[in-house]
């Protein structure tokens, strides 16, 4: 619609020339956005490669309609996420536990002690100086 405003204008302003001018510019304007500019900027906001969102929209819109078109990209989007989760989240969560504490040490009582006097602590803190 808007293309064709623009072109009744450089009609009427104009010539017919320049009515089939815009026009042209406008068709060009219209596949470059929606072509090339639209599928870069729809694929960085979803973290998907240009390409995939050119062939999910096109599967979409074969497959669905406009409508298959509109939910083509955000349902591929999940279920590439869904799919790394599954490659990918095993291992992922295998690196970040937490590395098993070691077994304690047991102090047998033939075991010489690191402090030069043994006694319990309960004897020591009663002690005089």
């Known amino acids: 619609m808007s293309g ?3 072109a009744a204008v450089a009609l009427v302003a104009r010539s017919p020339a320049t009515a089939l ?3 042209g510019l406008t068709v060009v304007v219209h596949h470059v956005e929606g072509y090339l500019v639209g599928p870069v900027v729809l694929g960085r906001a979803v973290r998907l490669h240009t390409i995939v969102v050119l062939l999910a929209l096109a599967a979409g819109g074969e497959l669905a309609g406009v409508l298959g078109a509109f939910v083509a990209v955000p349902l591929t989007a999940v279920t590439v996420g869904i799919v790394d989760e599954l ?16 077994p304690a040490l047991e102090v ?13 602590r309960s004897a020591r803190q009663h002690r005089a100086p």
Do not use: N
């Open 21 to 23: 001018l815009v026009v």
């Open 4 to 6: 064709a405003v623009a």
């Open 87 to 102: 490659r990918h989240g095993d291992a992922a969560r295998a690196l970040s536990s937490p590395i098993p504490a070691a």
């Open 108 to 120: 047998h009582e033939g075991a010489k002690s690191a402090e030069p006097d043994a006694a319990p």
